[in-house]
């Protein structure tokens, strides 16, 4: 008797639906699963076994072939063990067979047959939903991802006996209500709160309406974090479908342990200087995003970044480039999303005061050198802006500033006219005094055909925030200020 039942995995960021069929045959009792199965599944043998003697069911004393298919499709977690378990009560008769048909089952089994969460529920149900699957059993734990997907009906569990009574109509499947996207975008901090900084503010303005990269050098508490966290708040919000692909990201990383985001204000990550490379771009034994993953669509921040050391650095700049992570692993390769902008803070100096006029730098001229080696390399040479920030002066302090709503709707016009030049819609020309500012600066500072590329596409975001259609010589004298000697 060969009973079979739907189980999905995670490849990526992205649902694959697993076909399991379940052999009963006489012969020497055993219980073996076929089909590329890691480590992981070759233990949910154990828990299914447990489980289905601790619910009552009884594990049969034949022997038992479970096959996961497509075999070339690498499966890896504990979502197949619930599909497993009722795959062998509908081939022992334990349970109908047919009522495990367009039936989606995820869930890991605990010893005692309650059901536990798994990692990439919402990405697995969207690949059902997608491929016409009507009905799902998801564990309880997951029920918040089961309500984004309403093109679906889901049984919600939380033992393999109420799974069994799920298919058996003892208990319903629900279409779960989808929740309220939310308008409102979190904000992480408000423009309003940074006094003062006006080279600084305008720095993050142009690089919000370009996308590009920033890089905020200053002394200790010049209000550097305070100002990359307001980022956020003044990108234009997400679109309903960039949300839901952030919310599989989520869904996915550590394990699923990550809380479930939907929202339409775009992420940022923040991760801290020691972070692996692993941490950074992702990967692992069974591999999991990275924070330049988590930060899709959004803002991925590296504070201190004299701090992080130069082999996670210079791992970054490809994935940045490419607006995804590429991982080989053995026999196989993974790709992640990684569209994210960058912005980078820096202390000045070891001692963090050179250049400042609040304090005076101690730093010896060796550590100043090798700092600067440390800052320098492939990554920070193709960041797009650089901007110092001092303490603030005392007629600062009360200064009114402008709030981040305001600033974002200047940003969301740029955009606009930004995305019609990239599809050819509309243009922008280059006047002559702008070509000519450019091939003095060519000259005297002896730009590289990178560093002129970067400079004139900040002129062009300076033009377009202005509103003007030619990028004209101020412009481009402004794009030329955001660099730095380092
Ligand atoms: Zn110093």
Avoid at 116 to 139: C, K, N, S, T
Avoid at 176 to 195: G, K, W, Y
Avoid at 357 to 363: G, I, N, P, Q
Wanted: glycine residues 10%; contains cysteine; neutral net charge.
């Amino acid at each position: 008797m060969i009973a079979k039942v739907r189980g999905a995995t995670i490849l990526g960021v992205e649902g694959f639906l697993i076909d399991i069929e379940v052999d009963i045959s006489r012969g020497l009792p055993g219980f073996e699963i076929v089909g590329l199965p890691d480590v992981a599944v070759r233990e949910s043998r154990q828990r299914v076994r447990a489980a289905m003697n601790n619910s009552g069911f009884g594990f049969p004393l034949q022997r038992l072939t479970v096959n996961l298919a497509p075999a070339d499709l690498r499966k890896s977690g504990p979502a197949f063990d619930l599909a497993i378990a009722l795959g062998i009560m509908a081939a022992c008769g334990t349970l109908e067979a047919d009522l495990l048909e367009g039936v989606l089952v995820l869930g890991e089994l605990s010893l005692d047959g309650s059901v536990r969460g798994v990692a990439g529920v919402l990405p697995m149900l969207l690949a059902a939903a997608e491929a016409g699957v009507p009905r799902a059993l998801v564990p309880a734990d997951n029920e918040e991802e089961a309500a984004l997907v309403d093109q679906i009906e889901v049984g919600i569990v939380r033992h393999l006996v109420d799974a069994a009574a799920m298919l058996e109509g003892r208990s319903k499947f629900i279409t779960p209500r989808p929740r309220d996207f939310d308008l409102e975008t979190a904000v992480n901090s408000d423009l309003s709160e940074v006094r003062g900084q006006l080279t600084a503010k305008r720095a993050l303005e142009i690089a919000a309406a370009g996308r590009h990269s920033l890089l905020l050098m200053g002394p200790p508490g010049c209000g550097k974090t305070l100002l990359a966290r307001c980022l956020p708040g003044i990108l234009p919000p997400l679109s309903f479908a960039e949300a839901l692909e952030v919310a599989q990201i989520y869904s996915v990383a550590q394990g699923g342990r990550t809380p479930l985001r939907l929202s339409r204000s775009r992420p940022f990550r923040s991760p801290h200087h020691s972070s692996t490379v692993a941490g950074l771009i992702g990967g692992g034994a069974n591999p999991e995003p990275g924070e330049i993953t988590l930060a899709h669509h959004g803002v991925l921040f590296l504070d201190e970044v004299g701090e992080f050391r130069r082999t996670v650095l210079d791992v970054l700049r490809q994935p940045l480039e490419d607006g995804r992570v590429s991982l080989v692993r053995h026999g196989y390769s993974i790709t992640y999303p990684a569209r994210c902008q960058l912005i980078l803070a820096a202390n000045p100096c070891p001692c963090g005061f050179l250049g400042s006029s609040v304090k005076d730098c101690l730093c010896t001229g060796g550590e100043l050198a090798s700092y600067r080696r440390r800052l320098s390399g492939p990554l920070l040479d193709r960041i797009d802006l650089q901007v110092w920030m001092d303490g603030l002066q005392a007629h600062e302090f009360y200064s009114s500033a402008e709030p981040s709503a305001v600033v974002r709707e200047r940003v969301m016009k740029a955009w606009e006219y930004l995305k019609a030049v990239d599809q050819g819609e509309a243009a922008i020309e280059v006047s002559k005094g702008a070509q000519g500012v450019l091939a003095r600066a060519v000259e005297k500072f002896k730009l590289s055909a990178r560093a002129v590329t970067r400079i004139q596409r900040v002129a062009r975001t300076i033009a377009v925030l202005e509103g003007s259609r030619e990028i004209d010589a101020h412009h481009l004298a402004e794009a030329l200020t955001y660099r730095l000697s380092l």
